[in-house]
T-cell receptor
Framework: RKEVEQDPGPFNVPEGATVAFNCTYS??????FFWYRQDCRKEPKLLMS???SGNEDGRFTAQLNRASQYISLLIRDSKLSDSATYLC??????????FGSGTKLNVKP | DAGITQSPRHKVTETGTPVTLRCHQT?????MYWYRQDPGHGLRLIHY???????DKGEVSDGYSVSRSKTEDFLLTLESATSSQTSVYFC??????????FGSGTRLTVV
């Protein structure tokens, strides 16, 4: 079983739509959680950390549900520039991070 | 703002040859990592380092070795390249406080 699992998508949404991704993790001792964004043929870049109380950064909201062992990312008012692959990342083992395979988002005009 | 650089950016090599990829950082971060990224598998950890001369294996370490003789440099060596090692290789650094910063990647093709 993979440490971190994501729906690979693609999610095809129109501009202005709200879209949500979920990610599940297997280890209940997981300590920290992140969402990364990866553009085609580029390196992953940190989008936001995910805190237990939930957190928001502009149009992006991240939530953590420890009881069900999943994290979510909500994107409101989608822009064409949001098209990318979103990687869920979990850490529970001495600064080693486990990556999901990513969810691809296509925002269309 | 390239606090982390990888070289080479692209390489084509023949099966059975040794290959070394270099990761260089200017951030003085303690932790450095090598990942490979393949379709359907996402990012998989090859080796990591938690200090000079302190390294450990990740989940896909077979066929790879690493060295870290200085804080700023982390080398990944494919001892005898195989076609299954054709991949995109990413180096990452961390100060241990938060997430990673990745290098731009090395596209390696083994023919």
């Amino acid at each position: 079983r993979k440490e971190v699992e994501q729906d690979p998508g693609p999610f095809n949404v129109p501009e202005g739509a709200t879209v949500a991704f979920n990610c599940t993790y297997s280890n209940s001792a997981s300590q920290s959680f992140f969402w990364y964004r990866q553009d085609c043929r580029k390196e992953p870049k940190l989008l936001m950390s995910v805190y237990s109380s939930g957190n928001e950064d502009g149009r992006f909201t991240a939530q953590l549900n420890r009881a069900s062992q999943y994290i979510s990312l909500l994107i409101r008012d989608s822009k064409l520039s949001d098209s990318a692959t979103y990687l869920c990342v979990v850490n529970y083992n001495f600064n080693k991070f486990y990556f999901g395979s990513g969810t691809k988002l296509n925002v269309k005009p | 703002d390239a606090g982390i650089t990888q070289s080479p950016r692209h390489k084509v090599t023949e099966t059975g040859t040794p290959v070394t990829l270099r990761c260089h950082q200017t951030e003085n971060h303690r932790y450095m990592y090598w990942y490979r990224q393949d379709p359907g598998h996402g990012l998989r950890l090859i080796h990591y380092s938690y200090g000079v001369k302190d390294t450990d294996k990740g989940e896909v370490s077979d066929g790879y070795s690493v060295s870290r003789s200085k804080t700023e440099d982390f080398l990944l060596t494919l001892e005898s390249a195989t076609s299954s090692q054709t991949s995109v290789y990413f180096c990452a650094i961390s100060d241990g406080q938060g997430g990673y910063t990745f290098g731009s990647g090395t596209r390696l093709t083994v023919v």
